[in-house]
């Protein structure tokens, strides 16, 4: 359906803040005094428009309504359209990125006032809000792929946005070489699909899989399920780098080093949830693919549980809620690699996921803030008295991320855990563990957090005086802690969110027999969190200044990343060296050794051979008189044999 009306200005939604940026970082140092405002305004704006778009849709009875804009790449039989659909999926994100988005850039404006770089930093938080809209807004994968690239360059530079500091340029080069890796997967797969369907668009592609092909799209037949899992698993690839998963999870904690309002729009809004958004985007490749699903489950099963237990060694407070973040989005690749019905459950969670993790990230800054940049949680303690706003909205998003009824983690992430059990047989039985145990130890470590920083005797050092922030900071704090509390109510309740993704993702999963009853599935993963968050308050009754020494196996795994890191290292950039290095070696004296060699061997004969002109006529004589000699020589010898 084409768009009309209000919604053929959908465009504007990725132009506006595109725009924006441009103004703030080619304008300098003049929009210094009103640059910030210029780029918190922006988002709401956004919002705004937003929610006018959907009511729009939400009243139509065809709710994918595309936008053309131009032709984009018109090259013989490659012919690609540059447009933007605006269907259920896309509108879900648009309001996550454009209402959360707005809250953290108004937080920011606060956190932010002493910084002389603030006008740059609200450029490059308007380039990333732009690139997040494009990406969720195009009706391509190759247009997807622009947004896609431009989110990672945004990240860059706001990761390593104290570019002075090494451990921030060193976080961000880490990020983007990351992500570099899951783009190649995510190439090949655009590459994939122009090769066997000769189109890049969603309406090009996706009706070739389980779908009916319109030959006014679609020409051709129904995909293999090889082609299908090729083309899956390198999507995959490319999710697991831009969601920070197994096994390229390691950037997400080190992209802790740019200001607290990056980590929270990165982990709450944006970057993260693009690995998740392209899974649901992709769910009829998907679907064609049990393997690949089953690789996706893996992952996220995988993913999940590195998530709990490295947040469980960490003293930084925003590297326990990255970790926090790694799990989280971990649960969502375990119900978008689910399959059929579920993937609904894994956008509901990304939802709110995005109101607790935000409320959890700007309360940290809070922390932070008032801690002269301070992150320790170690040299807190007792911050409840002092700070009580934050404590108020840091308890919000600690009683939604551990799942406490009746708070947004109970609906969500407790949906996922029982589709997880209701896939059946011996798999479905160890991801339902591998979910429940994960349920258990996120209460454990997260109240390790709040019992270390807010609880107990004040550990802070001479000069500190904490105190909540003025209200730029403290009312979308509020907003956001709220919205944790009844966000997954709202959201799960009614099943209002399923049915409106189902034109998107596919009808949500019919009520049938479960492998163990909700009602007691709740109950139990109530006792697992509650155990957790027990042994939380009992381990950390006492919490001494510095990091004891010699602790046990689990705890010295746990502060290393499980040694995530090191594997790496040792997997795949030293044997990349030593291929670097061979590479070299053989180039330096097999390549230019044969051609410089062939070269000094013509030059070094030449320089001898030259020896003979010597440009005087005495030796051009000698050396005649001789040849005739010889010759003479030569004759006489044969006449008289």
């Known amino acids: 359906m084409g768009a009309t009306g209000v919604q053929s200005g959908v465009w504007l939604l990725v132009a506006i803040p595109a725009l924006s940026a441009a103004i703030l970082l080619l304008t300098g140092k003049r929009a210094d005094k009103w640059g910030h405002w210029l780029g918190a305004l922006v988002p709401v704006a956004l919002f705004v428009y937003a929610a006018v778009l959907f009511f729009s849709v939400k009243g139509q009875t065809n709710r994918e309504v595309d936008r053309h804009l131009f032709s984009w790449v018109p090259v013989g039989g490659f012919h690609v359209d540059a447009g933007m659909l605006l269907d259920p999926l896309a509108l879900v994100f648009v309001l996550l990125i454009t209402g959360v988005g707005s809250l953290i850039h108004i937080y920011a404006v606060g956190y932010m006032a002493d910084d002389p770089g603030r006008r740059r930093f609200f450029g490059y938080f308007n380039l990333f809000i732009s690139a997040m809209l494009l990406l969720v807004l195009a009706d391509s994968y190759l247009l997807l792929y622009v947004g896609w690239e431009g989110v990672g360059l945004a990240s860059y530079l706001l990761i390593s946005y104290y570019f002075n500091r090494n451990s921030a340029a060193t976080a961000g080069n880490k990020a983007f070489f990351a992500n570099r890796v899951g783009d190649v997967g995510l190439s090949i797969a655009i590459m994939l699909m122009f090769a066997y369907f000769g189109s890049t668009s969603f309406a090009g592609v996706l009706p070739h899989f389980g779908g009916d092909i319109d030959p006014g799209f679609a020409p051709g037949m129904h995909a293999s399920t090889g082609v299908a899992t090729a083309i899956a698993l390198m999507l995959l690839l490319g999710a697991c780098g831009k969601s920070g998963q197994f096994p390229l999870q390691t950037w997400l904690p080190d992209a802790m080093e ?21 899974i649901a985007r992709s769910s009829a490749i998907f679907d064609a693919s049990q393997a690949a699903r089953t690789v996706v489950t893996i992952i996220g099963a995988i993913t999940l549980l590195y998530g709990c237990i490295a947040g469980c060694g960490q003293d930084d407070l925003k590297r326990v809620l990255a970790n926090s973040t790694v799990s989280q989005i971990g649960y969502m690749f375990l119900a978008v690699g689910l399959g059929p019905g579920v993937y609904a459950i894994g956008i509901i969670h990304l939802l709110g996921h995005g109101f607790f993790k935000a409320s959890l990230f700007l309360s940290a800054g809070s922390v932070m803030h008032a801690m002269n940049d301070r992150i320790d949680m170690r040299r807190f303690g007792g911050l409840w008295r002092v700070m009580p706003i934050t404590f108020f909205v840091f308890v919000c998003g600690y009683l939604a991320i551990i799942g406490m009824i009746p708070f947004t983690g109970f609906f969500t992430k407790d949906k996922i855990i029982e589709a997880a059990f209701d896939k059946h047989g011996a798999s479905g039985y160890v991801l339902g ?35 909540d922030p003025g209200p730029l900071m403290t009312i979308p704090m509020l907003i956001l802690g709220l919205l944790a509390l009844v966000g997954g109510f709202v959201l799960i309740v009614g099943g209002g969110v399923q049915h409106w993704l189902t034109p998107s993702v596919g009808k949500p999963i019919e009520a049938g027999v479960h492998t163990i009853s909700p009602v007691v599935l709740s109950v139990l993963t109530l006792v697992v969190m509650a155990l957790g968050v027990a042994g939380g308050v009992f381990a950390f009754r006492q919490v001494p200044a510095t990091q004891p020494q010699g602790v046990s196996p689990v705890t010295t795994l746990a502060r290393r990343n499980l040694y995530a890191d090191a594997a790496n290292e040792n997997l795949l950039m030293k044997p990349g060296q030593w291929l670097t290095r061979a590479l070299v070696y053989f180039d330096n004296r097999g390549v230019d050794g044969a051609v410089t060699g062939l070269a000094a061997g013509f ?39």
């Open 603 to 641: 030059g070094g004969g030449s320089a001898r051979v030259k020896r003979v002109q010597t440009g005087f006529v005495r030796s051009y004589g000698l050396t005649m008189l001789g040849g005739a000699v010889a010759i003479v020589a030569v004759l006489l010898a044969v006449r008289f044999q």
């Open 258 to 278: 740019g200001p607290t309002p990056v980590s929270a729009l990165i982990h709450a809004a944006t970057m993260v949830t693009a690995g998740v958004y392209l």
């Open 433 to 467: 563990i591998c979910a429940l145990l994960g349920a258990g130890i996120t209460a454990f470590y997260m109240t390790r957090a709040l019992v270390m920083t807010f609880f107990g005797k004040r550990r802070w050092e001479d000069g500190v005086h904490p105190h």
